[in-house]
């Protein structure tokens, strides 16, 4: 039986992502010469990155659930559910009115974010509770929670989008950030510093190596003594609170709350998991390799874009691209 | 006698360097019972698998009617008339009666099925099975009804030898008296079954003539009539033990486990024993005896009903399950290393140092340098093979996977140690090795469980064998007091006296 070692398989998203990049920079050379300075512009790179933060931050938190050998189907609803809960608490605590002076203080904004992971990190901690007391496969409980937490978003929000008044929070999604020395947008920041941690977690704790393990087999992390469904439990409420973190991104590119935002989310999510490397059998997968797949297909819309491809030509390209990734992953294995 | 329906002379098998059939002789005669006998690994799993297709023989002739036979596959052994019913039912539970019976062998009409309800309805009548449907989907009848049904595709399906894996060990004594009255009706249709059982007692009352395998040779055949119990024992152990047991000097001291009328479902039934330090406690029985899953609810891995464990002289309060016995010093080496034992996808570090990993970490932070060390000081001590420690155990051959699993064991330093089937599946080489590592901490003063199909390791090996049989525990003795007729008479009749082979009592079961 034959393996390839594990760091040649964190090499594969890395060379995924140079072979699409530099795929496109010939594609667009070719077929578009006029668009290929902007492709290869610091400022699309601004942009291109300050788009992946919402994947990428959500994806960290499903890596941590599929290399448990699970999968969260609500984390699309969660990141809506997280934009409605922060707009609805900065709408309760601003001051004036729509149109004119209507301002809200930062403390407000704090407690809405807190209030967003909190309520996120909650849905993820139903999930798991769910999946390991009453032995319910996570696909289905789930499937049932995206429905309900898409249902719980739209409840509060009163079926509509939910307005708040201009607050710090816009300017952690802005591409060219008003401190310069910054380079890219806050929320890039954010990104990469949970992704750090996301790492060192998933490399140098307990909690990771469990989390591998209960991925890896069941059976072996209980006959070690893993209490496997409270880990399981820790598992989904984490991913909640970093979906959370990812609806509050969310909040802060569109300004407002808006429940039906995201639909559809999760599978790009997992998409960037599995392109990074991550296995559905469970007890694989990395931070870094997820941020490369989200980045992927970032660079893969986006140079479409460029190319003047549809966005049905886009879609069978990243279906396939799924595909080949998890056919890798078999390839690995055999 | 007539001729014999089926007829194997010399076969031989070899899976690598294992030679599995060295030889066999077997002779079917139509419209009999035939029980083929023999301990686990003796070859009777292998030689059914050559008779219904699934593995090719390397030497030997098969005829079957009169004409030379080599099933290619267990398709082409199935049309020719060989049915296989295995221990563990293969049929689809949603699909209905007729479907699974006719199943694969569908009568179509340009593609759609045409139901065979008639034929099919006649074979459950001839069962005895008046009263089921055709039309009932399998998933909702109980295990012995299911079996039957197994039996019925065979019938469907014009099969001439039909081969009944083991059918009784998940039956209760009602269900087997019943399956026995289809035997006996399918024998007078003059159907030849071949009946493979450890229970001895259930073989005196059914079949018709016997063949014993040993080491994957014939040993002997011949009438039941004509055959006692004992002899048919004598048979199946006749064999030299080889010295490969190395021993360390060990004392047994302080009595360090008790457990008391422990019950679960469906095994055990108010098992008892006291294990004491330094002491290696074989448990002996056939699969299916009802062994590992005593063992697996004294660890915690299986739910007990009742009974009660006692560490020293205290009795274990908390719930028990893996975490809880880890924690009190109870450790447990499963005997499927694929499934549970290993992480296979792990490293070897991670796999060594995961049932204590508190020893490399500090607050919650893995010490990775430190686990490389231990890990290597294990592999250095195990004599593992392996390139680095930071390789997946998937990359190791089984008898170092199992040297993984002992480092594990050993690293996390538990007094009672219960090893389920530490050799299964593991070269010659390891297996002497894990011997001596058994006797060595048995000399550090650890008590020890091992679970063995294999009597003469457990010979070689403990200083005490208990002995299961349908969940029961015979009394535990030194290896000394027992024989091994006793030990083989009690693993498959629950009694050790000899002239008295009866039926189990209900209470037994």
Request: with cysteine; net charge neutral; glycine share 10%.
């Amino acid at each position: 039986m034959k393996k390839l070692p594990l760091s040649a398989g964190m090499m594969l998203p890395f060379v995924g992502l140079l072979f699409v990049i530099l795929l496109f920079t010939i594609l667009i050379a070719i077929f578009e010469p006029d668009s290929l300075e902007a492709f290869l512009s610091v400022r699309n790179l601004q942009t291109l990155l300050m788009q992946s933060v919402i994947v990428g931050i959500a994806a960290l938190g499903m890596t941590l659930v599929i290399i448990s050998g699970g999968i969260d189907l609500s984390v699309g609803s969660m990141v809506a559910l997280a934009t409605v809960v922060v707009a609805s608490v900065i709408d309760f605590g601003a001051s004036g009115s729509y149109g004119t002076e209507w301002t809200v203080t930062p403390v407000w904004v704090l407690l809405g974010i807190g209030a967003a992971i909190l309520c996120c990190a909650l849905v993820g901690f139903i999930n798991g509770f769910v999946s390991a007391k009453f032995k319910i496969v996570p696909f289905i409980a789930t499937l049932g929670m995206m429905q309900v937490a898409r249902g719980c978003a739209k409840w509060f929000a009163g079926n509509e989008m939910v307005r708040t008044p201009d607050n710090f929070l816009q300017s952690f999604m802005d591409p060219q950030p008003a401190q310069s020395w910054l380079i890219f947008a806050p929320g890039v920041w954010i990104m990469a510093i949970l992704a750090i941690v996301v790492a060192i977690t998933l490399r140098y704790t307990v909690f990771g190596r469990y989390t591998y393990a209960i991925g890896s087999n069941e059976n072996t992390a209980r006959l070690c003594g893993i209490s496997v469904g409270k880990f399981r439990i820790l598992i989904y409420s984490l991913c909640g609170a970093l979906t959370g973190i990812a609806g509050v991104m969310q909040y802060a590119t569109l300004g407002s709350g808006n429940p039906t935002e995201a639909v559809g989310l999760e599978l790009d999510i997992i998409a960037a998991v599995v392109i990074g490397g991550g296995s559905l059998d469970g007890g694989e997968g990395s931070a870094l390799g997820t941020l490369l797949g989200a980045l992927m297909l970032l660079v893969l819309r986006n140079g479409c874009v460029m190319l003047g491809v549809p966005s049905y030509v886009q879609n069978i390209i990243l279906g396939s691209i799924i595909v080949i990734a998890a056919g890798i992953d078999r390839l690995k294995h055999r | 006698m007539s001729e014999a329906l089926l007829q194997v002379r010399g076969v031989h098998k070899r899976f690598g360097p294992v030679h599995a059939l060295k030889g066999v002789d077997l002779d079917i005669y139509p419209g009999e019972v035939h029980a083929l006998i023999g301990e686990n690994g003796a070859g009777k799993s292998t030689l059914m698998k050559v008779l219904s297709g699934a593995h090719r023989p390397d030497e030997g002739e098969i005829t079957f009617a009169g004409k030379p036979f080599v099933p290619e596959n267990p398709q082409h052994a199935r049309e020719s008339g060989i049915a296989m019913i295995y221990q563990e039912l293969t049929l689809a539970p949603h699909l209905t009666i007729e479907e699974n019976i006719t199943l694969g062998m569908e009568d179509s009409r340009y593609g759609f099925v045409q139901h065979r309800d008639q034929a099919v309805q006649e074979t459950l009548e001839l069962l005895g099975q008046k009263s089921l449907h055709p039309r009932t989907s399998v998933g909702s009848l109980p295990i012995g009804t299911r079996q039957l049904i197994e039996i019925a595709r065979a019938i469907v399906n014009n099969a001439r030898v039909v081969i009944l894996d083991e059918p009784t060990s998940s039956l209760s004594v009602e269900n087997t008296q019943a399956l026995f009255r289809v035997i006996r009706k399918l024998r007078a249709k003059g159907i030849a079954l071949v009946y493979i059982s450890h229970f001895l007692e259930e073989v005196q009352q059914i079949s018709d003539r016997y063949t014993v395998l040993r080491d994957g040779a014939t040993a002997g055949s011949g009438l039941i009539p004509e055959i006692t119990i004992p002899s048919i024992i004598k048979m199946m152990v006749g064999r030299s033990l080889t010295d490969m047991y190395p021993k360390t000097d060990h004392i047994i001291g302080e009595k360090v486990l008790a457990v008391e009328n422990l019950s679960g479902t469906p095994w055990p039934k108010n098992v008892s024993f006291t294990l004491r330090q330094g002491e290696i406690m074989g448990i002996f029985g056939l699969v299916g005896a009802g062994r590992s899953e005593t063992m697996r609810c004294i660890f915690g891995l299986d739910e007990k009903i009742s009974g009660e464990v006692y560490l020293k002289d205290r009795s274990i309060k908390h719930r028990i399950n893996p975490k809880n016995s880890l924690k009190t010093g109870i450790d447990f080496l499963s005997e499927d290393r694929g499934k549970e034992g290993l992480a296979q996808r792990m490293s070897i570090a991670a796999n060594t140092t995961l049932s204590a990993l508190r020893k490399t970490s500090t607050k919650g932070f893995i010490n990775l340098i430190a686990e490389q060390l231990v890990s290597q000081k294990w592999r250095d001590f195990m004599k593992t093979k392996c390139h680095r420690v930071t390789d997946p155990v998937s990359s190791l051959s089984g008898g170092n996977q199992q040297k993984v699993a002992f480092s594990r064991i050993l690293h996390h330093g538990s007094e009672i140690v219960i090893l389920d089937e530490p050799t299964r599946g593991i070269d010659v080489g390891s297996k002497s090795e894990i011997y001596g590592h058994i006797q060595k901490m048995a000399s550090k003063g650890k008590a020890l469980i091992v679970i063995s199909s294999y009597l003469p390791e457990l010979q070689g090996v403990c200083d005490t064998i208990g002995v299961m049989y349908r969940g029961i525990l015979s009394p535990v003795k030194t290896v000394e007091e027992w024989t091994e007729h006793d030990i083989m008479a009690f693993a498959t009749t629950g009694t050790t006296s000899q002239e008295e082979t009866t039926i189990p009592q209900l209470s037994d079961l």
